[in-house]
């Protein structure tokens, strides 16, 4: 949507919802689809759980960069929150999110080591790349803008009935799931704030809006490759020693 004057705040965020929500189609993916039908085989489960690994990993550490880059020392301890939110197990669940997704692959099979040693497919580490790049250099808002927490919250809810109905899975073992979901509604707000205090002229609303649309299709880039782990080539180095910068 090309904005040619002011938004009201309600139409402004009304828009990103409507942006995210169009391009993020996550339920259509044949894999997602085989999943929720309990027929995606487990290995490539494992495939795609060790790819998000990886994303998890890299993402988190990408929430360090807004932080700092923001000016605003009322939201920052907000932002400082889901930093904690996910590196640690002080704010939500019982672990940091990337501890319960390591507990939620050994439920599936997949061990430490083999997470340690796992390598992105291409678009994986691509997306990954230009997500750090843009989070490192751009204002908070702008950066937040890319994330995708209140379209997938539905996707974190799906997995985790799917991975209990159909794979043998209990509450402990899909609570990465279940936490993430709850976790990414309040983030989701606190982007919303963000980018209504960020868009005070019709300019940078457009602004947010591109970068939204970036933001979401990047995102589809890197889950899409998660997806289809089972049939891509690794690249580069393992997920663990390569940090995109």
Not at 21 to 26: D, E, T, V
Not at 87 to 100: F, K, P, V
Request: include cysteine; hydrophobic fraction near 40%; aromatic fraction near 8%.
């Amino acid at each position: 949507m090309a904005v040619v004057q002011m938004l009201s705040p309600d139409a402004f965020i009304g828009e990103v919802r409507a942006i995210r929500a169009k391009a993020f189609k996550y339920s259509e993916h044949p894999f997602i689809v085989a999943l929720k039908q309990g027929k995606a085989p487990k290995k490539h489960v494992q495939e795609w759980a060790k790819q998000m690994y990886i994303v998890l990993n890299h993402t988190g550490r990408s929430n360090g960069f807004i932080y700092a880059n923001c000016a605003d020392p009322d939201l920052r301890p907000t932002l400082a929150n889901v930093i904690a939110d996910e590196e640690t197990s002080t704010q939500c669940g019982s672990d940091s999110h990337i501890r319960l997704h390591a507990k939620f692959c050994r439920a599936i099979g997949v061990t430490d080591q083999e997470l340690k040693q796992e390598r992105p497919v291409a678009a994986v580490k691509e997306g990954l790349e230009w997500l750090m790049e843009v989070r490192k250099s751009k204002p908070s808002a702008l950066a937040l803008s890319t994330s995708i927490e209140e379209p997938a919250v539905g996707l974190w809810a799906l997995l985790a009935d799917a991975f209990r109905k159909h794979y043998g899975l209990n509450d402990d073992d899909v609570e990465m799931w279940t936490v993430h979901a709850e976790g990414d509604i309040e983030h989701g707000d606190l982007g919303s704030r963000l980018i209504l205090g960020y868009g005070t002229t019709a300019e940078r609303q457009r602004e947010v809006l591109d970068t939204v649309k970036k933001g979401v299709d990047n995102f589809w880039r890197i889950f899409d490759g998660a997806f289809r782990a089972h049939e891509l080539l690794r690249v580069g180095e393992p997920g663990w020693a390569w940090a995109p910068r």
